[in-house]
């Protein structure tokens, strides 16, 4: 089975541009989370969605971030304008709820950097 | 809020050294807990889990038992091997009654592991 799939793996912008990031998750999960890790910070937790309805977005940092989930098999994170600060490494993951939604499993993760 | 704490990093070990990596929770109820790790380039994945006091969870030569009188969960293994090399995160759910946080997991700060051979 495929896992989790992200895209791109790589993205380096300017400061200003707008970044969106995709996640595929993996095909009948219903949990669906966006996190971002840094060294200074580690793990955070961005938003998450649940039968695509975002659940929680207290993590999300500012307005400038977005995310959205149109339907089952897809969800972006979208960053406009970018800043510097930005840069990090931003994991999708998804569970299933039967099967103990406390399992997640994570993408391979993008990797943002803004000049 | 719940949470879960682990012992500072990095920790640094020769092959065939016994590992342990202290994480030490902070709940309301007894809700599971959780060892994932993240391996250079990758994604967190799960190591193992416990869903209940006194349970022990095992893979891959790792182990670790949910211990409430202590509020523990560290992670052991006998004998570490290089390819164990990795960033090591405990883990337990935010509201595991079903509530407004289901399904949203509070991780610690992770602890990274080298082996040299």
């Known amino acids: 089975d495929a896992g989790v799939i992200q895209s791109p793996r790589h993205e380096v912008t300017e400061m200003g541009q707008e970044v969106t990031l995709r996640c595929k998750p993996i095909s009948g999960h219903d949990y669906l989370f966006w996190y971002r890790q840094t060294m200074m910070r580690g793990l955070e937790l961005l938003i998450y969605?649940?039968?695509?309805?975002?659940?929680?977005d207290s993590g999300m940092p500012e307005d400038r971030f977005s995310a959205k989930m149109p339907n089952a098999s897809f969800s972006t994170l979208k960053i406009q304008p970018s800043e510097p600060r930005d840069s990090a490494v931003y994991f999708c993951?998804?569970?299933?709820?039967?099967?103990?939604?406390?399992?997640?499993?994570f993408g391979p993760g993008t990797r943002l950097t803004v000049l | 809020g719940d949470s879960v704490t682990q012992m500072e990093g990095p920790v640094t070990l020769s092959e065939e050294a016994f590992l342990t990596i202290n994480c030490t929770y902070t709940?309301?109820?007894?809700?599971?807990l959780f060892w994932y790790v993240q391996y250079p380039g990758e994604g967190l994945q799960l190591l193992l889990k416990a869903t209940k006091a006194d349970d022990k969870g095992s893979n891959k030569g790792f182990e670790a038992t949910y211990r409430k009188e202590t509020t523990s969960f560290h992670l052991e293994k006998g004998s570490v091997q290089v390819s164990d090399s990795a960033v090591y995160f405990c883990?337990?759910?935010?509201?595991?009654?079903?509530?407004?946080?289901?399904?949203?997991?509070?991780f610690g700060q992770g602890t990274i592991l080298t082996v040299h051979p």
């Open positions: 883990a337990l759910p935010q509201d595991p009654a079903g509530g407004t946080s289901y399904g949203k997991l509070t």
């Open positions: 969605f649940n039968n695509n309805v975002p659940i929680d």
């Open positions: 993951a998804s569970s299933l709820a039967s099967q103990g939604k406390d399992t997640q499993y």
């Open positions: 709940a309301t109820g007894y809700p599971s």
